[in-house]
């Protein structure tokens, strides 16, 4: 199994978290309409935060600024191997429990 389908495996069992095609390549990850972040084969991962955490990530040498879009909130993990598949799922359950995080403000905003 390569990387990437490790790591789209481990995702894919995460609770309403579905995979499509990424519009620049690869596939992205969604929890409802909100991206988690996308694979670029088995070599890169790119992930949305915060500038505030994408900017602890980089200081913590966790994740690098996004290769296209360095000055935004959006990091980039380059993948050499299997060895690197934690910190990547790692980055990915941060997201997803931001992501879970807002729908349940969300929903408790929307209840009367």
Known sequence: MSVAETIRDELLSWGGVTAEPHRFGGVEFLLGR??????????????PFPRRVRDE??????????????DSGWVSVS?????????????????????VEAERRRAATDTP
């Open 34 to 47: 909100r991206e988690l972040g996308h694979l670029h084969g088995d070599r890169l991962a790119d992930l």
């Open 57 to 70: 990530l980089v200081e913590s040498g966790r994740a690098r600024p996004h290769h296209v879009l360095p």
């Open 79 to 99: 993948i050499a191997g299997p060895e690197d598949v934690a910190n990547v799922l790692g980055l990915f359950r941060m997201s997803y429990d931001r992501a």
